[in-house]
Structure formats: structure tokens, C-alpha cells
């Protein structure tokens, strides 16, 4: 389906065609934090000071669960997330925003969390990010066509459009989305991952559990979100338990779900703004 001039939306399917997949990668940092669990060099009430310091009584388990303080991208308003910058000044633009509360006290959805995480990631394997994940996650799930980060000199990549059809330009994914929305990858491989995932073929146990199951309560009315797993927003569609996760970066919008009940993976991945959430639940609606 044609959205707007140069935007489309793919829904299910296999596309050969690869999207960012924005806050969707968040279960992927998830994953990588996970798999250095149950590899036994990291525990995840582990304090964020043993690798990046200045995050007193912050664990590794709060950074996915959101449950850390720290904010949102709206409590940054110095950080420009199209403009490349040293992880170190991007650290200390986080540093430099006192913490929403204190650390276990609350839920509040991070990005900035995520990053810190995919940080950890890397001070932990001594190997960059987006080569860990290629790895240790895409490469043994399966992912042919799925990487994170830049997208270098790689062909069959959907460029964003905003509401209006109109190019924008891509928000750096190398540095500032490192971990937080830097992925970028197929419907095809997202059914696909799901899959793997649902049947412990990524993570063991109790790991898969600990990512698919509710760690934190979000505060939120709507069955649909009411817990955040690690990388995973849990609840119920119809009754039917459910894990999902949407994404927004410049030029995207993302959508995965999967209810393991019935069987059913649902992806939607489109290259414009104009694919607002009414329009997403809509689309849900529709398919479910």
C-alpha cells in the first residue's frame, strides 16, 4: 500500500526491502544484555557504575525495564538525534539532566536507557555494538538481512519520508541511537526472529522468560501495555496475552506483536509519518 508520495507500508509478507526498525531494536538490546547474562559475565542487578560511572543505585535490570529514572529524549533538549557526537559527550549530556526519580521508584519509557545499555554491551564482549549483534543474535537467528547501525554502502534500504511524502534525513543510529533505535531489518526476519524467539532458540531459560513476561508495571490504563518486559511491552489483545513493541524515528514507523496463543506474528514496517497511531490501530484492528 502506497502511503503519500514515496512512503509505503509493508504488513506481514517478506519483503526483500530493509526499514529502521526504531524502538522495535530495543528488543535486541535487550537480547544482547541477556545473552551476557546467561553467559555468567554480567548479572543483571548489576550496578551501571561498573561500567559507566556516575548512575549511583542504578542496575542493569532497570535500564531495560525503565524503571531507572533516567529520561526520555523530551528531557534532553540539547541533544540533536541527527548529529553525531563521542559516546562520552553523549554520556555527559545524560549525566547533565537530574534523574526523573530515584532509581526502582517509578516507570518511565527510556531511550537514553537503552543506549546505556548497548553501551554496556560493548565494555562487557570488548566488541562493538552492532558487530555483537551480528554475532551473537542476527547471525544465529537466522537474520540474513537485519544489522545495526549506519547503513554504510548497503543496497535494498527504504529511505523515510515524513506525513507529507517528503524526504528527512535519517537520525544518527551509529552513536546516538546506538541500542535504542538503530536496527534496521525485514518483515520477513521479524516474523522470523519472533519465531525463534517464542521457541528458545535465542535465549534460554530463564532468560526468554525474564525478556517476555512483565518486569516492571507501566502505570498504564490500556490492556495492551500494562507491564514492559525487557525490550517488550506485555499485556493482552482481545483477552489473548500478548507481547509488542512500536517504533518512531525520523521518516518511520514500526509495529511488532506477537500473540504465542494462536500462533499469529504481525509486523508492520513503513517509511513515512504518515502512519499515525489511529491509523496504526486501525491496521490492528483489521489484521487481528
Known amino acids: 500500500m ?5 512512503g509505503d507500508v509493508v504488513v506481514g509478507g517478506d519483503s526483500p526491502i530493509r526499514y529502521q526498525l526504531a524502538s522495535v531494536s530495543k528488543q535486541f538490546t535487550a537480547a544482547a544484555l541477556l545473552l551476557l ?3 555468567g559475565r554480567v548479572r543483571l542487578d548489576d550496578p551501571l557504575d561498573r561500567w559507566i ?3 549511583p543505585g542504578v ?3 532497570q535500564l531495560l525495564a525503565h524503571t531507572s529514572g533516567i529520561g526520555h529524549w523530551d528531557h534532553y533538549p540539547m541533544i540533536d538525534l541527527g548529529v553525531r557526537v563521542t559516546q562520552a559527550e553523549l554520556v555527559g549530556m545524560f549525566r547533565s539532566v537530574p ?3 530515584a532509581p526502582g521508584a517509578g516507570w518511565r519509557y527510556s531511550s537514553p536507557a537503552y543506549v546505556l545499555a ?3 554491551v560493548e565494555r562487557v564482549a570488548d566488541m562493538a555494538y552492532p558487530q555483537f549483534l551480528a554475532h551473537r543474535v542476527f547471525g544465529p537467528a537466522g537474520l540474513a538481512a537485519t544489522f545495526a547501525g549506519g547503513p554504510g554502502g ?6 523515510g ?5 517528503e524526504p528527512v534525513p535519517s537520525w544518527d543510529l551509529d552513536v546516538v541511537g546506538m541500542g535504542a533505535g538503530d536496527v534496521w531489518s525485514t518483515t520477513g526476519d521479524m516474523v522470523r526472529w519472533m519465531s525463534r524467539l517464542c521457541a528458545g532458540d535465542v535465549l534460554g531459560e530463564p532468560w526468554r522468560t525474564l525478556m517476555l513476561t512483565a518486569r516492571a508495571a507501566t502505570g498504564r490504563a490500556d490492556e495492551h501495555s500494562r507491564g514492559y518486559g525487557y525490550g517488550w511491552f506485555v499485556g493482552c489483545y482481545d483477552g489473548e496475552p500478548w507481547f509488542q513493541h512500536s517504533g518512531h524515528n525520523a521518516g518511520y514507523q514500526t509495529f511488532a506483536a506477537c500473540l504465542p496463543r494462536s500462533d499469529r506474528r504481525i509486523v508492520v514496517l513503513c517509511n513515512s509519518e504518515a502512519m499515525d497511531a489511529p491509523a496504526l490501530r486501525a491496521l490492528l484492528r483489521s489484521l487481528l
Do not use: E, M, S
Not at 2 to 6: M, Q, S, T, V
Not at 154 to 159: E, N, S
Open 53 to 55: 560511572a556516575g548512575w
Open 59 to 61: 542496575t542493569l535490570h
Open 99 to 101: 534523574p526523573l526519580f
Open 118 to 120: 548497548a553501551q554496556v
Open 2 to 6: 502506497r502511503l503519500d508520495r514515496g
Open 161 to 165: 519520508h515524513d506525513r507529507h511524502g
Open 154 to 159: 548497503r543496497t535494498d534500504l527504504a529511505a
Open 37 to 39: 547474562a546467561q553467559d
